[in-house]
């Protein structure tokens, strides 16, 4: 297994939902190299499946795409925070959906060449309607689609967030095993 040893590190910026370090590192093979990558305390995301096996997605402004996404209902942890507690509070908060059972499907590191953010992937069955309450500057619409048309948005590359076509995927492959 190779290994990469800090040799120093420097904090470039304290941010509200990440930090910037810059850190040299001694390579395995003696020599030595920079490391510039982000800590971010990660996120939960949920697939929510009825009993007519539609799904919940969100449609929300990206800014950094300067376009609107198609996602699963998702939020960021909270430091230290479980991410089931994440997952359960973000499914209410952009849908106002409760689920009767939650379960991990995936985990999934979405860019680790320079950053150390995790999230985890929950599939939520056993929905119940109760009211939304969007977080304060958070706008998006909350569609409900069959499975199917999810997963062909997925294929056609109309949905391109990497949690929501994980979570998709995951669901599509258990599908495929007779796991659900």
């Known amino acids: 297994m190779s290994e990469e040893k800090k040799i120093s590190g420097k904090l470039l910026y304290d941010g509200r939902i990440m930090q910037v370090y810059k850190d040299e590192v001694e390579l395995e093979n003696g020599k030595k190299s920079i490391r510039e990558y982000i800590r971010h305390s990660g996120g939960a995301s949920v697939l929510a499946v009825d009993d007519e096996e539609n799904v919940y997605l969100v449609t929300q402004f990206r800014y950094p ?46 860019t680790p060449a320079y950053t150390d953010e995790t999230l985890y992937v929950y599939l939520a069955t056993g929905l119940t309607k109760k009211a939304a309450h969007l977080d304060d500057g958070e706008f998006l619409g909350v569609e409900k689609v069959p499975f199917e048309k999810a997963y062909e948005m997925a294929l056609s590359g109309k949905i391109r967030d990497s949690k929501t076509l994980v979570a998709i995927y995951a669901y599509a492959a258990k599908k495929a095993r007779g796991e659900l």
């Open 65 to 110: 795409y300067g376009t609107e996404t198609v996602e699963i209902p998702a939020g960021k942890r909270e430091r230290g925070e479980d991410p089931l507690v994440c997952a359960t509070r973000e499914l209410e908060e952009e849908t106002g959906l409760v689920a009767d059972k939650i379960s991990l499907i995936a985990t999934v590191y979405p």
